[in-house]
């Protein structure tokens, strides 16, 4: 029988919808997954096993996925035998410690003494060990925020993204303990098959993220800016540079980081560019 890879994705919450639609952009198609425990893939030798995230690591430890797409902040948790092999640039978020607004808050030796909820105790233990601070910490499992309110706790350690559940809570966000995305993440123990099927797969899902990360763009430019210009466009290896029909000028092609993007265009357009296009790319090969 062939040899299939199990990838573990979290069946609902935060991290699902992002992992499907990674793994569809990868090639890898499954019907129906939200009812079901697994599914195969259609046209790759994948499995996709839906659990909750929290559980994932222990399942990889024990080789019942061999892979999985999880936050780094679980894997940091929960302290099993996994790697990650590459961060998935979604789901971006940071554990952090925070106090009621009106604390006067003077470093992290505040918490000496302290009582702290979180569900991250594991990580809040080595934080608080490496600041040398002693405190209690309670761990609960949901609405840590409301712990300080309720007289539970003088703080918490909790995950933040955009930071409106401290502000409604009448929490700040005193220390960033980690940052933390989604990540592929792998047990310990694959096979020869298995290992190719993996690469296989970072393979694609790198090809993925480096087009979700870049843009093609063309531009036509007198051909005396043409030098100024390359110096602007950071290209993969340079900018593909062909004559216009209107005599003295040239078309550009190459290709931009979204992220330099806004500042490229800038530049481009002081540079003498014109009739800029900018389009998104499918798939780009690593
Ligand atoms: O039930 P299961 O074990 O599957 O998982 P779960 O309940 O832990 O999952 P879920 O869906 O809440 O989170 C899954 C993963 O998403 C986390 O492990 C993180 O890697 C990532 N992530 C990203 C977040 C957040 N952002 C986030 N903001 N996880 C939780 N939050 C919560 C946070 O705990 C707090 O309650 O959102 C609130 C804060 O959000 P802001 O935007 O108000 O700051």
Not at 22 to 46: H, M, S, T, Y
Not at 191 to 201: M, P, S
Request: proline share 5%; aromatic share 6%; charged share 25%.
């Amino acid at each position: 029988m062939e040899e299939k890879l199990k990838i573990a994705v979290q069946k609902s919450g935060r991290l699902h919808d992002g992992s499907i639609s990674l793994l569809k952009e990868c090639g890898i198609r499954i019907d129906n997954g939200r009812d079901q425990l697994i599914a195969p893939a259609r046209d790759f030798p994948v499995e996709v096993l839906f659990l909750r995230n929290s559980d994932i690591p222990q399942y990889l430890e024990d080789g019942v996925a061999d892979m999985a797409i999880l936050g780094e902040n679980v894997v940091i948790e929960k302290q099993k035998q996994v790697e990650v092999v590459e961060k998935l640039g979604f789901s971006r978020c940071r554990l952090s410690l925070a106090v009621p607004k009106n604390t006067e808050y003077t470093g992290p030796e505040w918490f000496k003494n302290r009582k702290l909820a979180t569900s991250y105790p594991n990580t809040l233990e080595k934080y608080l060990e490496e600041n040398n601070i002693k405190a209690e910490i309670h761990e609960i499992s949901g609405s840590v925020e409301i712990a300080p309110n309720i007289g539970l706790a003088d703080g918490i350690c909790d995950l933040v993204s955009s930071g409106s559940t401290l502000f409604k809570n009448n929490l700040k966000e005193v220390e960033v303990m980690l940052r933390s995305e989604a990540a592929l993440v792998k047990g310990p123990d694959l096979n020869r098959e298995k290992v190719a099927i993996a690469d296989e797969l970072l393979f694609r899902l790198r090809s993925v993220m480096a087009s979700r990360n870049n843009k093609y763009i063309l531009l036509n430019a007198p051909n005396e800016k043409i030098d100024d210009i390359c110096n602007v466009l950071p290209g993969m290896k340079s900018p593909t540079i062909m004559p216009l029909a209107m005599e003295g000028w040239s078309s550009l092609h190459s290709v931009i980081s979204e992220k330099d993007f806004w500042a490229v265009i800038g530049k481009l357009k002081e540079n003498g560019a014109q009739g800029i296009l900018v389009i998104p790319i499918e798939k780009m090969v690593v």
